[in-house]
């Protein structure tokens, strides 16, 4: 935050967080809080984490984004974390559930990636847009979710390709499925679900929230400096078994 503070242990790098009072994004927020990065954490809603500074924005109002990136004076790291799905099959999926998800997962990414283009650019900075699994893997009753984040992912690729000249590294990171409370939820009330989905993973289990925070915090580190314009599959071997047919 622009801010006169003289505190040497602080401040000296800065990461925005989108969805950062949500699952992933929220363990993401954490594990730099205790690394002693600045967060910044833009939700519709405060987190839980005391030690973010939080923004209440709207990633779908673009005027949001831009007044959020004008009260910052740095941006080293952008993690485009805010998402959701909202499940239907094709021919009964309203334009509000398409619309939404959309807006929400490829609309907000974008909005939020060039609103912070400039201060990214003063940093030589990393941009890391959270995709999915289901981006490359179709997801019965998830025509909006799938299309968005593999939008996403196309946009990633745009981006890498036009801002390698600004010094911006842009990836993306494709979790396949995750152990979040939302998806506890659902198996909760379907758990032949979350039986295929682990029968039909190689390494037998979903993926724990801070496996997939600590793998987008160590893509992002100068140890992968060459890293850029590429989507990172994180998924326990899922996409390697023949996908989710008949799974939802």
Not at 7 to 34: C, F, K, P, S
Not at 164 to 169: L, N, P, S
Not at 202 to 224: T, Y
């Amino acid at each position: 935050m622009k801010s006169n503070s003289t505190d040497v242990n602080r401040g000296t790098r800065t990461a925005v967080i989108t969805g950062a009072a949500g699952a992933i994004g929220g363990v993401i927020a954490r594990q730099l809080v205790a690394d002693e990065w600045d967060v910044v954490g833009l939700d519709l809603q405060s987190g839980e984490h005391e030690s973010v500074n939080w923004l209440t924005v709207d990633v779908t109002k673009s005027e949001e984004i831009i007044a959020a990136a004008g009260t910052l004076d740095r941006c080293d790291l952008l993690v485009n974390a805010a998402g959701f799905g909202d499940r239907a099959a094709a021919k009964e999926m309203t334009p509000f559930q398409w619309d939404r998800v959309v807006d929400v997962c490829l609309t907000g990414t974008f909005y939020t990636c060039r609103s912070f283009h400039p201060l990214l650019s003063d940093s030589g900075g990393v941009i890391v847009n959270i995709a999915s699994a289901a981006a490359t893997n179709a997801l019965e009753m998830h025509a909006n979710y799938c299309a968005a984040k593999a939008g996403v992912v196309a946009l990633t690729e745009v981006l890498a390709l036009e801002w390698a000249a600004d010094q911006i590294r842009v990836f993306a990171v494709s979790p396949g499925f995750v152990s979040t409370p939302v998806s506890q939820k659902g198996f909760a009330e379907a758990p032949h679900r979350k039986m295929g989905i682990e029968a039909r993973t190689p390494m037998g289990r979903l993926a724990e929230i801070d496996e997939i925070a600590r793998a987008v915090i160590a893509l992002a580190s100068s140890d992968f400096a060459y890293l850029t314009g590429t989507n990172v599959i994180i998924d326990g071997g899922f996409s390697t078994d023949g996908g989710s047919s008949g799974l939802f």
